[in-house]
């Protein structure tokens, strides 16, 4: 889906950008970013009726800066933000699914696909589930630093300060694509939450934390395996 910036506002506290659907505007689709202290916060609105009328919010997300570096290096590799266009969208929007909004459902219809992004990459993670975790829900944890040692201890300090990504993992599936990923050093950590407290502890079904290495425009793989109890 592709959106346009119509409002950019800044003050001493917050700063405020509002982007609307290429097509149908603001009555078809919106999302809102606002940025404070080191807090990002995102809403996202659709038209549900298709009647153009009153869009409603779709959903909500607050995020933290864990991490800076990724945003410094692609501003530094691709200049941004540059004054010439990264595509060219003339006449990109004349066949659409929905002729009310800049939307495509398969990446071969993209104008600029995520094969053409350049830069980051995906890695496909395998889950290798023992007996007391088949068939339950899972988290998946993305980190800068490892959050559960080989012998199950967790590391609480890492746990609040390196997630960079947190993934629900459905009872029936055995692996996760992560997408968009900017070429560094992680750590995957996979655990069933059996206190609902959100974060491998005591009791916990779990991963030791497994580092992989992504590089840049690459498709990569690795697998995580429950086997621990955390302590």
């Known amino acids: ?28 689709a919106f999302v809102e970013f606002r940025f404070k202290q080191d807090s990002m916060f995102f809403d996202a609105y659709k038209d549900n009726s298709g009647r153009l009328d009153i869009p409603e919010l779709h959903m909500s997300f607050k995020g933290a800066n864990r991490n800076s570096q990724y945003a410094s290096n692609a501003i530094e ?13 003339t006449d990109a929007f004349d ?23 350049g830069y980051v ?22 980190s800068k630093e ?9 590391n609480v ?34 655990f069933m939450d059996n206190d609902n407290n959100g974060f491998p502890s005591t009791g916990d079904r779990s991963s030791g934390s497994v580092f992989k290495q992504v590089r840049a425009e690459s498709v990569e793989e690795a697998s995580v395996e429950l086997s621990l109890m955390v302590e």
């Not at 590799?77 to 969208?89: A, G």
């Not at 990459?121 to 829900?137: K, V």
């Not at 390196?162 to 629900?168: A, E, G, L």
């Open 1 to 28: 889906m592709y959106f346009v910036l119509d409002i950019a506002s800044k003050n001493r506290d917050e700063s405020f950008y509002r982007l609307v659907d290429a097509i149908g505007g603001e009555n078809r």
């Open 77 to 89: 590799l691709f200049d941004f933000p540059s004054t010439v266009s990264e595509v060219n969208l």
């Open 95 to 117: 066949n659409l699914v929905d002729p009310d909004s800049a939307l495509f459902l398969e990446e071969t219809d993209d104008p600029f696909p995520k094969s053409d992004h």
């Open 121 to 142: 990459s995906d890695l496909t993670i395998d889950i290798i589930r023992d007996a007391d975790t088949e068939n339950q829900g899972l988290f998946l944890f993305i």
């Open 146 to 154: 490892a959050l559960v040692s080989s012998e199950g201890i967790p």
């Open 157 to 190: 300090d890492n746990i609040d300060n390196s997630v960079i990504r947190t993934i629900q993992i459905r009872n029936a599936e055995s692996n996760y694509v992560a997408t968009y990923l900017h070429p560094d050093d992680y750590y995957l950590t996979v």
